[in-house]
């Protein structure tokens, strides 16, 4: 049976980007702290091709995340590039010409644009039909493995709001960002709710993992 699950870290007062987001700030004034502890580890590190890194108790966390994924989804900030319509020479995203997913990636735009083959066997897909299309898209495209949820917030809480999620990797950095983009806002009345299954402590950060109870 294939997941949908959203994995996101967050700052401890909530905000999984910073203020002042920008094409040369993307995750906002203090963001880049948010990713402290994926950026020192061994495992992120070869996934993006670079040497070296860490060994701890997150290496797992984040092992076990690549291995189960087969497709995934993200808005249109964590692709990349200026809002409004695509440019008649669109920007590839953040990603370059290798991005270490290696599988299908379904983009929640609301701007036509035709896929984007890159190397590595990743292929975007630009969904303007709105997150559910993009997730029933992604669970056809994963096949025995799951759909991984990327972010950014406003496309995490439209996952929770319409109870597209099986599960939530929640990962929370220690660090205060003050302001900026807050995960699980506006939510409302009647949101669906969640069991715990798991904690991870390790170093700059506790991994959370929490299923849709049913």
């Not at 989804?73 to 270490?100: A, E, L, N, Q």
């Not at 898209?137 to 929770?160: F, M, Y």
Request: with cysteine.
């Amino acid at each position: 049976m294939t997941n949908v699950r959203l994995t996101i870290t967050t700052s401890i007062d909530g905000f999984v980007a910073g203020p002042h987001q920008s094409l040369e700030d993307p995750l906002g004034v203090g963001g880049m702290a948010l990713h402290a502890w994926a950026l020192e580890l061994a495992a992120w590190r070869s996934q993006h091709g670079l040497e070296g890194g860490e060994v701890n108790a997150s290496t797992d966390v984040v092992a076990k995340s690549v291995a189960s994924t087969g497709a995934t989804v993200m808005g249109r900030k964590m692709f990349g590039g200026p809002p409004g319509p695509w440019p008649d020479d669109p920007w590839s995203g953040w990603w370059g010409d290798d991005p270490p997913f290696h599988h299908a990636v379904f983009v929640v735009t609301h701007h036509p644009r035709a896929p984007l083959v890159c190397q590595g066997g990743t292929t975007f897909t630009f969904v303007t039909e709105g997150v559910t299309a993009a997730v029933e898209l992604a669970r056809a495209a994963a096949g025995e493995r799951d759909v991984n949820v990327a972010g950014g917030a406003s496309i995490g809480n439209q996952c929770l709001a319409a109870d597209l999620l099986d599960e939530l990797h929640l990962t929370v950095s220690p660090v205060f960002l003050g302001d900026g983009e807050r995960l699980l806002a506006d939510l409302g009345v009647g949101s669906p709710q969640l069991a715990h299954r798991e904690t991870v402590a390790a170093p700059r950060a506790v991994h959370y993992r929490f299923d849709r109870a049913r």
